[in-house]
């Protein structure tokens, strides 16, 4: 019997209505609704290439014909697909999923021991690699499942010559392809051209079919796969889009995908929603190569940007950034870490434009909660959940704590997914009634805006006091000289725990000093740093997550 709930469902609606989860029968069922939609408009856009909708959909069915008819692979098997934002994902994604295959998103940056875990878990048959860390799957690839391999490389899908530039600098002068041996692989531009050759069958999807193995990140321990059905997936963009609505116009929007589209943020939000918008999404290959992406941006005219607070915040700190041109700009949003204040006034000061803090995880497809973008936003906080989201706050105990204290953030809806793929022991520690437990710490604000606290994880206790890393952080990072910023818990004799501040300079004059002192503005003094240490760098993760696991192993 499910426990009494005193204040379930108190909290102010994002909209008036609920999702309408009938509207659509799989992802798929979106996709080709999109392409009857905006057939001669421009999909995905990479390195000055384009494909239209049209085009996009020719490709889909090219590869989807292979993967039925050469390959053999039938609903329901895993196909993994390894490389960064280029043409070739879209393509490969759609046609996983036009003929029923369940696709496994894979980090580039993996290491061979990760990868080959990660494919012996989800019992990938197939992959779809880039070249440049294809030596590493010639290693792991006798202890898997997979017995079909396709390698692309960067430049495949640009027109000629740059694609033929393109891939001989890579592979040739920059030497980023090591080599390897897989005499089985094809080659994608092969796999097109057999696949034309023939038609794929269609096969019957529905809600309730699995999409995607979505595994975490593995920053707080062993990397799991969330089962991502078509319901999660679809019911997450429904949402999505009617958050979005007051602002967007159909046929009009281009995003910027700098977030890698193997991440569920990037993956979701600007791979699939914008695609019911007939939007453009221009694809960032590395974004970490801040010139060139600033570049980027001055060639077009975009109007949506998502990102995460370290990405607003290298650009800002660019000595390029005064050359971008916002005045399209709509909607900028921030996920996958805490937005900074400062990273967020800066923003507004320089851009003109509110950056829009939402909250997902992975497990929830991942969208939860955001900021309302017709105003009202709150500065660090998360917002209002999504419509037909459930947001309660629990105890270790399982019950909801009183107004206004602290507590576990627990959801429920039609984006939560079914569990962790062969995991059913970590499965029942998430899940419980069809609540998801997130592991993130939250309070709700009087007015019904929640605002993370920190994950229970990195939560510091320092002589019995909570202390909160991101409201350390924050403080911090209000410091002038202060580029970048983590804090963890270090084990303390006195206290138990003590709070280490670990800090990348932007000021080099700065000293460990000036910012416990600065820190003592803002905080009580158990909440100050008692060591401060300097870095070139902080250690993240893919999508520039801050790694503090790592920071307190260092």
């Known amino acids: 019997m499910e426990m009494a709930r005193p204040w379930k469902k108190s909290y102010p609606p994002q909209v008036a209505h609920e999702i309408d989860l009938t509207k659509f029968t799989s992802i798929m069922d979106i996709f080709d609704q999109s392409v009857r939609r905006f057939r001669t408009k421009k999909s995905f856009t990479n390195m000055g290439a384009s494909l239209t909708f049209e085009r996009l959909d020719q490709m889909v069915g090219q590869l989807a014909s292979f993967f039925q008819n050469e390959l053999k692979l039938k609903k329901g098997d895993r196909i993994a697909i390894?490389?960064?934002n280029l043409l070739q994902y879209p393509v490969v994604?759609?046609?996983?999923?036009?003929?029923?295959?369940i696709v496994v998103n894979t980090n580039p940056l993996y290491t061979a021991t990760e990868m080959r875990y990660q494919f012996k878990d989800s019992g990938a048959k197939a992959i779809v690699i880039l070249a440049n860390f294809a030596h590493l799957l010639e290693e792991v690839i006798k202890d898997t499942d997979i017995r079909s391999v396709i390698v692309t490389e960067v430049g495949d899908f640009l027109p000629f010559p740059k694609n033929f530039v393109v891939n001989s600098v890579i592979k040739y002068l920059k030497k980023m392809v090591p080599a390897y041996h897989l005499p089985q692989a094809y080659r994608l531009q092969q796999c097109l051209e057999i696949g034309s050759r023939n038609t794929y069958s269609d096969v019957p999807l529905s809600l309730d079919d699995i999409a995607f193995l979505q595994y975490t990140g593995g920053t707080t321990g062993v990397s799991k796969g969330a089962i991502l059905t078509h319901k999660n997936i679809v019911g997450n963009m429904q949402q999505i889009v009617e958050w979005m609505k007051p602002v967007l116009q159909e046929g009009e929007e281009i995003i910027i995908t700098a977030l890698p589209l193997y991440h569920i943020f990037s993956l979701t939000v600007n791979c699939l929603t914008f695609m019911t918008y007939g939007g453009e999404n221009i694809l960032i290959t590395n974004p970490r190569d801040i010139a060139g992406f600033i570049k980027t941006l001055n060639s077009v005219q975009f109007t949506v940007l998502t990102g995460v607070n370290t990405l607003f915040n290298a650009l800002m700190n660019h000595r390029d950034f005064s050359t971008i041109n916002f005045s399209h700009l709509r909607l900028t949003i921030a996920g996958a870490m805490a937005l900074q204040k400062p990273v967020s006034d800066r923003w507004k000061e320089l851009t003109k434009n509110q950056i829009f803090e939402a909250y997902g995880l992975t497990e929830a497809s991942p969208g939860v909660c955001c900021n309302p973008i017709t105003g009202g936003d709150i500065?660090?906080?998360?917002?209002?959940?999504?419509?037909?989201t459930d947001i309660e706050l629990w105890d270790d105990f399982d019950q909801p704590v009183k107004q206004g204290e602290a507590g576990e953030l627990c959801i429920r809806g039609p984006q939560v997914m079914q569990g962790y793929w062969n995991r059913s022991d970590e499965t029942v520690k998430v899940l419980k009634d069809g609540w998801l437990r997130t592991g993130d710490v939250a309070i709700m604000l009087p007015n019904g805006f929640f605002k993370i606290v920190d994950r229970k994880k990195d939560m510091i206790l320092v002589s019995g006091f909570n202390v909160y890393p991101n409201e350390v952080e924050e403080a911090i990072a209000s410091h002038p000289?202060?580029?970048?910023?983590?804090?963890?818990?270090?084990?303390?004799?006195?206290?138990?725990?003590?709070?280490?501040?670990?800090?990348?300079k932007k000021d080099f004059s700065i000293t460990e000093q000036d910012i416990i002192d600065h820190a003592k503005k803002s905080l009580t003094n158990y909440k100050v740093p008692k060591s401060v240490e300097f870095r070139t760098e902080l250690p993240k993760t893919n999508v520039g997550k801050i790694l503090r696991r790592a920071l307190r192993t260092s």
């Open 93 to 101: 994604m759609f046609a996983a999923l036009r003929v029923g295959l």
């Open 379 to 388: 500065v660090g906080t998360i917002g209002l959940p999504l419509p037909s």
């Open 82 to 84: 390894q490389m960064p």
């Open 481 to 504: 000289g202060v580029a970048e910023v983590a804090v963890v818990g270090i084990p303390d004799n006195h206290s138990g725990e003590a709070v280490k501040a670990f800090i990348v």
